[in-house]
């Protein structure tokens, strides 16, 4: 749920993960791992846009939530999604627009655990639908994303306008 912490294992076992909204202090780490997600998409994100970003992302206003994952006290992998509404349906839509995990600690759940956390709050707070993209390609992540559910037949398009 926003606001709160939702842990996996427990404080003792060193595996443990903490997923939790992003906080101030956090914004040279998201930083690290924003630059290293811009990275594989190969593509450089100005700097205004990543601080605008940021500054929305700690907006109680904004539609914009990052939840951070957590292991042994470092921040190690995001979400950051927008809520929207619909056509569709009552209830809000929530866009999973970056999923990032450090690349020294994929494979360990934290991917499944960002999106899980989605669902499960999406659920509680009404939301219609959870949906995101990713490259055709990328067969890391679609084998996690193809066990939440199969790929839909939409095409996208993207007509830049800047």
């Known amino acids: 749920m ?9 404080a003792s076992h060193p595996m443990a993960m903490v997923l939790r909204d992003a906080a101030p202090g956090d914004e040279a780490r998201w930083r690290e791992l924003w630059a290293g997600y811009t990275a594989f998409y190969e593509t450089d994100v100005p700097e205004d846009v990543t601080a605008h970003t940021w500054a929305r992302i700690l907006d109680p206003a904004s ?50 655990a960002l999106i899980q956390d989605l669902v499960t709050r999406g659920r509680a707070e009404g939301w219609t639908e959870l949906y995101w993209h990713t490259k055709a390609n990328n067969a890391t992540a679609r084998r996690l994303y193809d066990s939440f559910t199969p790929a839909d037949a939409f095409v996208r398009y993207c007509v830049p306008l800047a």
């Open 2 to 10: 926003a606001g709160s912490d939702d842990e996996r294992g427990t």
């Open 63 to 112: 539609p914009i939530c990052c939840r951070l994952a957590e292991r042994a006290g470092k921040v190690v992998g995001f979400a950051t999604s927008v809520l929207h509404p619909g056509t569709w349906g009552h209830g809000p839509r929530c866009y999973l627009e970056d999923l990032f995990v450090d690349p020294t600690v994929r494979g360990g759940g934290i991917g499944r």
